[in-house]
């Protein structure tokens, strides 16, 4: 890619009056366009992103207080500006929306046998927590009518799915055997293969994976078959790549750059849009195999990377003292700063779910003060539910709420269900804790209906429970008893659940309970009756109930159970991917989060970037602003694990490395005790005694560097693995080097990979100075800034941490599932060429004689040997070597440590 040469390749644009408007020739070349993103010097938490520029104003476009101004009422707060370059080659963009390339159906794309199906393509992520599970890749495949022939599905676990119906109504549903391994926007190719008759009869879905459309593709897991002869229904469904209309997937931002069907396993192409061939704008147009192509939603043909998505929160007029040069130095930030600003916490997990889930006609939460005397109703047009005998903010452990109150000797609650139109069924629900059964008959719950059962009402015995029904006379309409031994109604936080559900002239009424740990038990009874609907909350409690906890009283127009799911343990041990999709979908903020995952405890009423922060801070991942959207990213952990490189740096070439490069070698990072504590559980502590970093005193060690952190986390069982891999990562015996500088005016070479390079992604510099310890120099990028001027200056500083720590242990890899000596020395002294070693084992098995296991390397003073061979039954034993892998050349000493270079470390 050419260097640009014009001010053309920076697009500046800014959304005026919801449009996004192009103001690049309004830039000031004076003022170079600076982004930083990410974590400066490996700080804890990432920082709003910042973008600054100069507009000229000598028109008033950038003055949004000026009536005369030409954008006056269309710009101001919180304005979203973005800027791009110029990207490499086109791409299909699908935005988080329902988009498509589509195609009608033609006879040539009506393939019933074997099929052969390929995507080049890069989501905003692979694996996910989106709420249906998964998304659509492409696929000829309607729902409505039952047209249904084939589609191609990604699934939250990162595993292929291809479906297929034989008659246009059931389904099959295979998926690969293991995960994709692409991490979050890393380009990748899939490919399904579907033998409808592989001679033994039965099917075979085989999948796979490459770089790109041009391959190589190798196979994903296993083939995966079926029994019986099959075949893909002939539907009418038009061919869609993106969205598919009716499916249900939830949206997902994501790119394409090349598609192709083919009729037969490697057979004929009958479809193949390649989007890297089109210009940026294209719409409608052929592709090679003859099939006519168009755009809906917001689907488009792009050829732009964006570098930045940022709000302006200040426009500062500025002009020299003539009048005469108006001009506006923006500040921008990234959504972290809006979000940032507000301090109110969110309310607690059932307070949310219930009226977003439920849509309930009547609700009290019952979260309120110690001094209150009515609990309210967040529900319009619902009267405050009165009390009596009520000490609110008595009963903090129920993880999904604020406190709830406690019930006295003389308790009662009564509240009016406003009218609605009656569906047939409706539930009455809420969350109680009653800790013994009482030793009679205590009335729990009560309430009043239009229905056959005019008065309804639960009440708790020293066995059992009873739910009751009463016409208008007092008669009994139903007594529906259920035994309590063993199921937890007593001594736990429960969910009660009362419903009805009309069928033909019968209502079947039940009752039920859940053990917010997930277990339940029910009853129910059916009855000749209307269901009417509930109109008002009438419960007198039982002296025998003082003490009883209670709270989130709701009711509901259906007889929908899974309202309270999830949120009334504060959805306890929830991915940590999980809860930020889930936190920002319901504050509506977009986001995209790998999947990661790490357990949680229950979500404690906190601001939303703090819930945010708690869980990227269990999952030791990184939380981030999106560069393409105006939003969140969460990378996860595991993504870090054995990532490949994803740009090389050459030191030795101009640009490649600009001055300065400067490691560090400090106590910045350094922990060597340290102590991880469950919110609420018990705790776990890993401390380093033997390392040249251990707690021991110098020279044997470097002291004690402790800390402690508190997380949330799902169970006690977490702390030790997580304390022990955060003592990994702080006794990382490497120097730091906190940035790396590329200009690119001086390596345009270097500039896609650049483009495509983000935060959390590995690099490496080659032929690093002789000054400096031999390369590469492996890293982390964990943020950068970036100055793009006119009309061709563009540097990129890019603030970094040693990636070596990530480089972790794979089960039967030849290279990264050795186990380290527990301590080996050399036994005799070596001249920097011997290729003979005599090696002592001081602790631990000695090494291996197996042939199999060579070649390896060793580390020795800091010369990396390959060992081809190893002869001794017993200490010490000889390594026949190869010297100076690394371009180490020296002697050594005899009692010099010997090492793997590579040893396995296992990962949390």
Known sequence: MAFPQTPIDLLAEMQIGGVWTDITADLYARAPLSIER???????????ARVSFQLNNRGNAYSPRTPSSPNYGLIGRNTPVRFSLPATEAYMAIPAAAAAASTPDVAALDITGDIDVRADLRPDVWANDLPTGGWEVMG???????????????????????????????????????????RGRQRGAIRATLDVNNGAGGWTVVFYTAATMAGTWVQLGDPVTGTGVTSIFNSTAPLQVGDISNLGFTALARRYYAVEIRNGIGGSVVANPTFTALTAGTTPWSDSAGRSWTLTGQAAISQREYRAYAEVSAWPSRWDESGRDLYVPVEAAGIMRRLGQGAKPLASTLRRRIPRVGSPVAYWPMEEGRSATQAYSPVAGVAPLATVGFDYAADNTLSGSDPLPRLSAASSMSGVVPTYTATGSWLVACVFYWKEAPASDTVLLEFTTSGSAARVRLTGQSDGITLDGFT?????????GLLTAGTDFYGAWNRLEINAVTSGGNVEYRVGW????GDGWGNSSIVAATAGIPTSIATVFGALAEGVSIGHLGVFPSSNTDVYDGADDGYLRERASARITRLCSEENVPAAAERAETALGPQTSDTLLALLGKAEAADLGVLSEDREALGLRYRARTSYYNQPVALTLDYSVAGHVAPPLEPVDDDQRLRNDRTVQRDGGSSARAVDTTSPLSTQAPPAGVGVYDDSRTLSLGSDSQPADIAGWLL????????????????????PSLIPAILALDIGDRIQIINPPSWLPPGPIDLIVEGYTETIGHPNSWDVILN??????WTVAVTNDSTLARADTAGSQLNSGISSSATSLSVATTSGPIWTTAGAEFPFDIRVGGEVMTVSAISGASSPQTFTVTRSINGIVKSHLAGDDVRLAQPAYVSY
């Open 38 to 48: 990410g974590r400066p010097d490996e700080s804890a938490r990432v920082d709003p």
């Open 140 to 182: 000829k495949y309607q729902v409505p009518s039952n047209q249904r022939s084939w589609a191609l599905i990604v699934r939250a676990s990162g595993t292929v799915q291809f479906r297929w119906s034989p008659d246009g109504t059931t389904v099959l549903t295979p998926e690969s055997t293991v995960a994709l391994p692409f």
């Open 472 to 480: 208008a006379n007092g008669s009994s309409l139903f007594s529906l």
């Open 514 to 517: 859940s053990n917010v740990s």
């Open 728 to 747: 990994h990562l702080g006794t990382w015996d490497e120097a730091r080097y906190p940035t790396v500088h590329v200009n690119l005016a001086a390596a």
């Open 800 to 805: 970094c941490s040693p990636a070596g720590p």
